[in-house]
């Protein structure tokens, strides 16, 4: 497909005009919206209110009357739709690494009968770490890599819809009646799904998820926690915290868990960084999650397609496999990926040999996929990542 | 002491330039700042640098290039000097909920031997029901209240500078020696001490504190958490999340904790929540913390003297005994303070019958003092808060 087909192809786009809401520098064509998505355009406004209208103007009255204190669950609500969820079932708040934390521990709590805790070791590290640490902390537990043989001891299964690395897709329905068949609760781990395609965790126990990615509210924007309505009545908490008291008004000194998803408030909300999150949400309040997909499954595609075999693909080959990143292999990925950001390309080097390449359908079009092919293939065929001031390791996440 | 010696007396204050530092509302005595402090004047463009200049402009690469990634390290090396800790022995993110959390369950580890926690009840809500769900979490461990003729048997101590209540404050110094002569470790909330006295929690083991009260940081802002250098090497952080991981770049799957105060990470830190505090601790690069005690003093034993026997004082008598702040009680408190509030003297309730008045001495001044007991005396005089409309509750944090 030369450049006029997908210049064609953006002109058709029916998410074409979403790129408006974004701010993004002219010269850059920005493959890394799989670790941090895109400033959109509304949201700095939205921060100064929160800012000078709010904190500035109303002071410790925000807490009330700029919604400040709800912000966990109204965020959450919104959150909701974008995994399969429906109202009350969402908290957002703290970071994705409490939330696993918070949804291995409840679950254990739930399967007090087993000892084991499956986790998919190609899940983004932190999952696996915590569930580390919080193993560490109860003792007497055994953690074991993912494997469906092992689901029949297990507690709970952590795993992610779609790996960080590879962009490998699992199926959650299938995953999630195997698990549960097999006796365990499952947590998913929705991280680099959420916001690139139609998720549905509605099955499965407990889900986290960032929104810092697909979802655009920021470096290091609140995280979320799902929790299935047929637990909320018996699911601990074991960070209790005062906003999952159930008056937290009060300032007893005993802890009571709050009903429904409230219990699983812990402190009090990041509110200038949920202002992002909030902008955020605007945007997704107007976007069909099919179409997302559609053009994410089509921009994934068209660069596999253009760089052809030139690289090993070390994402799945079929489309409806893979999440909306694609990932490469190569042996020299490092100085590889500084030379194409050196052109305006930018993309993601994971250790050791992975080039990562993030589609954001609200933002990326189909020539914009072309032109960083085409700069790929001449990085590579020039071998311009040859200079030697590629060769320096820089950490980027 | 009447208006004018008020007006006087702010007059030669030598903290009274700082008050043009902060934005506040031409009508509003804002006696509040030790729930949540006043928003700094160069908060709302930092904030922006941030959103704008930093996420909008470099995108993923503000990890490293604004530096994001090192925040809460830089940031907790700030806080430091107003706790009386040094560089490498604070790191800031999350919330006070979980740096209590983490501190107690490191002490916890420290002291094997030892199945006593000590938590004062006096303490914020949020941190005994931490501790209380961290002690169901690892069964065998007995919580006990502040006593101490405990601390012998006490694996730690969890207790807070200055009653978020009352303002009554603990002596640190000698409330540690007695624990560590007791063989007990020793945690200190220092949430409504910093920013308002020369704190020094360098002879405990470990410190929590949040910065959205006297430090300005806005709603929601990072918490921090300082570790003892004699306690990084052996002291461990069970929340094991990617943060802490000695090479957090190299995503092993098996966590390995870094050296020192790294170790304490956990997860990655909320940015533009980061920026309003980075933006506060400007301002206090250039505070004489002596002159803020000094100054508090004053302010408050105004206060108590102006109001005279009018109303029981809950907060001790003697200034050095206090924080920031005074308590007074009234049975009808709820319907006092918001007539007082409607009259623009802003300060809040606490069930059942506390009226807290704070006194930010970066921002508040004498005369701000005189004609706040003179609305409250005249509240109290006239009866106006009989009035039906100051009846209904309206939770304030």
Redesign the interface.
Known sequence: MDRDQCLALDAEDPLRHLKDEF?L?DD?I?L?GN??G??PRR??ER??QT??DE???Q??????HAG??EQPFTAGDRLAPLIGAGPGQVVAG?????AV?QAV?AALRLRPDRRVIVSD?RN???D???V???A???GDYELRELSEEHFGEAAVVLLSEVDY?TGARQDVSSVTAKAHAAGALIVWDVCHSVGAMEVDVSAGDFAVGCT?KYLNA?????AFLYVNPRHQATAE???????G?AA????????RPAEGIRRFG???????????LEAALDVWERVPMDRVRAKSMALTSLFVDLVGDRLELASPADPAARGSQVSLRHPDGYPVMRALIDRGV?G?F??PDILRFGFAPLYIGYADVHDAATTLLEVLDKELWREEKYAAR????
């Open positions: 701010v520098p850059v920005y890394v670790s941090l895109a400033l949201t700095a921060v100064r800012v000078e904190w500035g103007a002071l410790v009255g925000g807490w009330n400040w204190f703290n970071t994705t690494s409490i934390f521990a070791t983004f590290p932190t696996h770490y915590m580390q640490g919080l560490g902390l109860l690395r810092y920021g470096p290091g924007a609140p908490n074991v960070l209790t915290g005062w906003y008291h937290p008004f009060e300032f007893e000194t005993g802890y812990v402190s009090t909300p990041h509110v200038v960084s949920f202002a992002a930018h993601d994971r250790a820089l950490a980027v996440t």
